[in-house]
C-alpha cells in the first residue's frame, strides 16, 4: 500500500517559495482565484502543495477578498 | 499626541490602516465628494493623517450586496491610533450611501514623520469621478492564465480520493 502511495504524483512546492516576488494580497483576486475551486472554496493544500506559512496568509487574503465582494463565498450554478 | 496607546506600541509611533468603502452603484460624485471630506474631518480631529485615496470606480461584485450586483469602490489608507478606526467605521455607518466597509491593519509601529501625506485638493476632485470598471478586465486575464492549475488540482484530488478507496 505504501509503495502505491508513494508512485502517485511528482513533489508539490508551494508556488510563493519558489516564486518570491508574488505577494499574496487581498486586494489583487487574480492570484487567489488560482487556489479555490470552481465553487469557490479554499483549495486545500495537501493539494495545491503550498507550504503552511503561505497556506495560512493565503486563506487570510482570501476570506478578506470574499468580504469585501472581490471573491465569491460560494458559486451557484 | 505623542503618548502611546497601547502596549504593544513603541512610544511616538502610529498605526496604517488600509481601509475600503463599498457605496451602492447610484450614488453621485457629490456622495463621495461628502463621504472623503467628513471621513478627512473625522481623521484630522482624532489626530491621524490619510496617506492615500483610490478610486477603484464602478466594479461587479462577486454577489450581491444590498440588492446590486455592482459597487463604487473607494480605497483608503489612513494612519492613527487605534482610537481612529471605530470612529471612522461609526461615521461610515451614518452614511446611507455605503454597503460595506472593510479595515485592515497594515503595519504597526510606523513613525508618523516617514510617512508623507499626499493627499491634495486636485486629488479629492480626482477621486470623486466615477470610471466603471477597468480593473475587470485585468482580472479576467490573469483568471484565463491560472484555470489550467485549476485543472491540476482537481486531477490530483480524484488521485487522493482514489487511494482511500483502496484503503478501506
Redesign the interface.
Same mark, same amino acid.
Given at each position: 500500500m505504501r509503495d502505491r502511495k508513494r508512485r502517485y504524483g511528482r513533489k508539490k512546492v508551494c508556488m510563493f517559495c519558489a516564486d518570491k516576488n508574488i505577494v499574496i494580497d487581498y486586494k489583487n483576486p487574480s492570484i487567489l482565484k488560482g487556489f479555490t475551486t470552481d465553487r469557490g472554496k479554499i483549495v486545500p493544500s495537501r493539494i495545491s502543495g503550498n507550504c503552511a506559512k503561505h497556506q495560512r496568509s493565503l486563506t487570510l487574503a482570501i476570506k478578506r477578498a470574499r468580504m469585501v465582494a472581490l471573491m465569491p463565498f460560494t458559486v451557484i450554478d | 499626541m505623542t503618548l502611546s496607546r497601547s502596549y504593544q506600541d513603541e512610544i511616538g509611533s502610529e498605526r496604517e490602516y488600509e481601509l475600503?468603502v *463599498?457605496l451602492k452603484p447610484d450614488s453621485t460624485k457629490e456622495n463621495i465628494q461628502v463621504l472623503t471630506k467628513r471621513l478627512l474631518e473625522m481623521v484630522d480631529k482624532n489626530s491621524g493623517k490619510v496617506l492615500n485615496i483610490e478610486n477603484w470606480g464602478r466594479r461587479n461584485?462577486?454577489?450581491e *450586496?444590498a440588492k446590486s450586483k455592482k459597487?463604487i469602490?473607494l480605497?483608503f489608507r489612513l494612519l492613527g491610533y487605534y482610537e481612529l478606526i471605530p470612529e471612522v467605521e461609526r461615521l461610515l455607518r451614518m452614511i446611507e450611501k455605503v454597503v460595506?466597509y472593510?479595515t *485592515?491593519l497594515v503595519d504597526e509601529n510606523v513613525d508618523p514623520t516617514a510617512r508623507p501625506d499626499q493627499v491634495d485638493e486636485a486629488m479629492l476632485d480626482a477621486i470623486s469621478e466615477i470610471h466603471t470598471a477597468v480593473y475587470n478586465e485585468?482580472?479576467d486575464?490573469?483568471?484565463e492564465k491560472?484555470s489550467d492549475?485549476?485543472n491540476d488540482?482537481?486531477d490530483?484530488?480524484e488521485?487522493?480520493f482514489e487511494?482511500d478507496e483502496?484503503?478501506e
Open positions: - | 475600503i *463599498i461584485l462577486a454577489y *450586496i459597487g469602490y480605497y460595506r472593510q *485592515i485585468e482580472t486575464e490573469n483568471s491560472n492549475d485549476d488540482f482537481e490530483e484530488e488521485a487522493d487511494e483502496d484503503k
